[in-house]
């Protein structure tokens, strides 16, 4: 069985990683030897946190998507798995509370700055390309909601313009 990772080779990925994220200008934290939380801007989702993790054996890549659905999660898992299958390198996961997860692992030996660009840019494009999708399949009653008490009150609807499908319908039954 090989070895864990030596403090050299976990020092080198270091160095490989934060030089990469300083040239594609992202903004970053580096809160301890291998731990490097990154922030991409996005139009849908705002903002996607991503952890890169360095491991004994791989590099984890990680970001937290959405919270647990509150309607309907069969619909959103569904949407997940089929998005899944044509993902590269991350895939969407739940955690135990049910909450939404993009996930991947990258072999420590394939820790180059291409391969870090590549797999942030798909962080960024399943994260910022979906959330609207998946926010609209799991929060239906709650986005409804929000449009109601908006217009009644005469507050803006703009934070709501991605979901027009929900507006301007009879909400006293819900």
């Known amino acids: 069985m090989p070895s864990a990772l030596t403090a050299e080779e976990?020092?080198?990925l270091d160095r490989v990683i934060e030089e990469?994220?300083?040239d594609l200008e992202l903004t970053?934290?580096?809160p301890s030897d291998g731990a490097f939380l990154v922030t991409l801007p996005g139009d849908h989702k705002l903002t996607t946190m991503t952890w890169l993790l360095v491991q004994d054996f791989s590099l984890l890549i990680e970001a937290f998507f959405?919270?647990?659905p509150e309607d309907d999660p069969a619909a959103v898992h569904d949407w997940m798995l089929k998005?899944?299958?044509h993902m590269y390198g991350l895939a969407f996961s739940i955690d135990q509370l049910g909450d939404v997860y993009l996930v991947g692992k990258l072999?420590?030996?394939a820790v180059e700055p291409d391969e870090i660009d590549r797999l942030l840019g798909c962080m960024l494009r399943y994260s910022d390309d979906g959330f609207d999708t998946a926010v609209a399949l799991g929060f239906e009653t709650s986005i409804r909601r929000e449009w109601a008490w908006r217009v009644k009150r005469?507050?803006?609807?703009a934070n709501l313009a991605a979901f027009p499908?929900?507006?301007g319908e009879d909400l006293s039954k819900t």
């Not at 005469?154 to 609807?157: I, R, Y």
């Open 66 to 68: 959405m919270r647990k």
């Open 107 to 109: 072999p420590l030996s």
């Open 10 to 12: 976990r020092s080198r």
């Open 154 to 157: 005469g507050e803006s609807t």
């Open 28 to 30: 970053y934290e580096h």
């Open 20 to 22: 990469t994220l300083k």
């Open 83 to 85: 998005r899944n299958a």
């Open 165 to 167: 499908q929900f507006a």
